[in-house]
């Protein structure tokens, strides 16, 4: 089955961004084909040098390295939240596919679920 | 796809679940302040597009007579009827 | 149909907990089944069992309880979730060397994110209530 | 001394319209001196009608009521935001003074205290 | 200087309690006094003293115990708000019919409204963390 | 008069905040997820009000790079003694 997760909210003041992460990975443990798709504020899960040592927070950044290990290959990006920001593709801290709503509206009809973090 | 939202505006739920729907077959359901969208003065909801509220959260806010004309009121049942009528569902 | 339930928000600081109550019973009265609610991030609280309900509302806790029996359905707290947000089962206070008090309400039980995935898997409509 | 409320969100959902008028008749009963805005979603607390009975909660607007027999007279509401939402001022359940941005800025300098829920 | 710090934010589903504790921090390090914190709204869940930290972060319980100790700081939390949101001392758990279990972390004390009140006159400066 | 913001827009508190502020007299300090509006693609702060942020909340976040150019970084210690200079403060 094809799980859908939207992350959408950035790193560090509430637990959305881990406790959605959490969602996904377990879901791939479970054996499901998972697909993540970063938007709005939830692209800044994907920076570089975090130093969530300055909150004592769980660095959710490192949790993106185990997508790997997870076998969690679709990985997406909103390109329009990136412009937003002002934040390149190729700044990221992992590999993501860059993404248009059209892309992702078509997609997310081949889900069986979408979870929104 | 039936899109819920929970959240008063401004709030990037809002925009997020626009870039998204498709006024032809998806429907949006707004409970909880995300009722507040429903007013008459809020009007960026796509033309075409089926928006339901919730009554006992429209009449615990009071606000049944500041509705947009074109937003349908459901209770709990009407609710459920939409889950059942859309196999996917997005709760934003 | 079959139906679970995703519960994230806060039971005070949200209106997630209640607004699931009122489609939980209206599914119920439809004749759907409902096989689980899980409840993850902040919606974990509902299952603490220390808490107590104002004179002058209703017990949210005790009508998800009647639900649960009503509806022969699993009330579940994710367990990281719950660890993190100080809500354990004794057991659990035990083997983190605390005291063994019984904080899970009556009728709750915790478990892994799998079995959140399972519901998924189990059912026709999952619908999550968001914070 | 002057302590100033700034009552921004709409009831019900979340504890703050509670909250923040509890904190404001607690002040009055203490014997401060205590002025009300509301503005945002806040001025959605001041319709009639309300019936909280539908979410099981505590009824805001009752405890609006209260307001008299704690001396709290200055309560303000802030124009735009009812003109935004389409709410007349005379549609409100309580009396209040319409104020525009500016008026409010200039009342808060005097206050010892802004609280803001 | 003189301050006092209103704490409205839930623990874990915000940063208000972090921020003010860093905040605290440096305060008692510019030699200012902190008089008072007063946990409000979901704030008061800081004070819940069963909860548990897991392995990988830091106690912010115990970082804002330190803090009070140091600074003789009064932890007070919302007597009304702790309630509804399930926080109860021992005496207050039997004042309403329950086991009596002190849930309360030590260092903490329940009061109500009118000590925020207290603190606001007191100060030089009352600032508030957010949820 | 000192303001905090800890929320990302799009929000009500920033608009509610900007319509109270006097660019003249008034500070703000972005803090937690109030810091996002620090960023150079986030343009709506009035010419000449002082903007602070606060250095552990950009660090954990990473976002140094993207900064507007006339946003100043302080520590817990500048955030002290900001209050310190400001009377009032509204935390939004």
Request: glycine share 6%; with cysteine.
């Amino acid at each position: 089955m094809h799980f859908a997760f939207l992350l959408r909210h950035p790193p560090y003041s509430k637990q959305h961004a881990r406790e959605g992460l959490e969602a996904a990975l377990a879901a791939a443990a479970f054996g499901q084909e998972v697909s993540l798709y970063f938007m709005g504020d939830g692209v800044l899960q994907l920076l570089p040098d975090q130093k969530a040592t300055q909150l004592a927070a769980k660095d959710t950044s490192r949790m993106l390295q185990a997508l790997d290990m997870y076998d969690i290959e679709n990985v997406y990006v909103d390109r329009t939240s990136l412009q937003a920001r002002g934040i390149a593709e190729d700044a990221l801290a992992i590999k993501c596919t860059a993404v248009d709503s059209r892309q992702i509206r078509q997609q997310l009809a081949t889900a069986q679920q979408v979870f929104c973090f | 796809m039936l899109h819920i939202i929970n959240k008063a505006t401004p709030d990037a739920s809002l925009e997020q679940c626009l870039a998204l729907i498709d006024p032809q077959q998806d429907a949006v359901l707004l409970v909880a302040d995300g009722v507040l969208s429903a007013l008459a003065s809020y009007a960026y909801w796509p033309r075409g597009l089926a928006v339901f509220v919730l009554s006992r959260d429209i009449e615990a806010r009071a606000i049944n007579a500041y509705l947009a004309p074109h937003i349908q009121i459901i209770d709990d049942a009407g609710f459920v009827a939409l889950t059942e009528q859309h196999t996917q569902s997005i709760s934003w | 149909m079959k139906y679970a339930l995703l519960v994230n928000g806060a039971p005070l600081d949200s209106q997630a907990a209640r607004s699931a109550l009122y489609f939980s019973q209206a599914l119920l009265a439809r004749e759907h089944q409902l096989l689980r609610v899980f409840f993850y991030g902040a919606g974990v609280q509902l299952g603490n069992g220390l808490q107590i309900s104002a004179q002058d509302e209703n017990s949210l806790l005790g009508e998800w309880q009647a639900l649960a029996l009503a509806g022969n359905t699993e009330l579940v707290l994710c367990i990281a979730a719950a660890q993190r947000r100080g809500i354990l089962s004794a057991t659990e206070a035990q083997r983190h060397g605390k005291p063994p008090v019984e904080m899970l309400a009556t009728g709750f039980t915790l478990a892994g994110l799998g079995t959140l995935v399972d519901a998924a898997l189990d059912v026709d409509r999952l619908i999550t209530f968001q914070g």
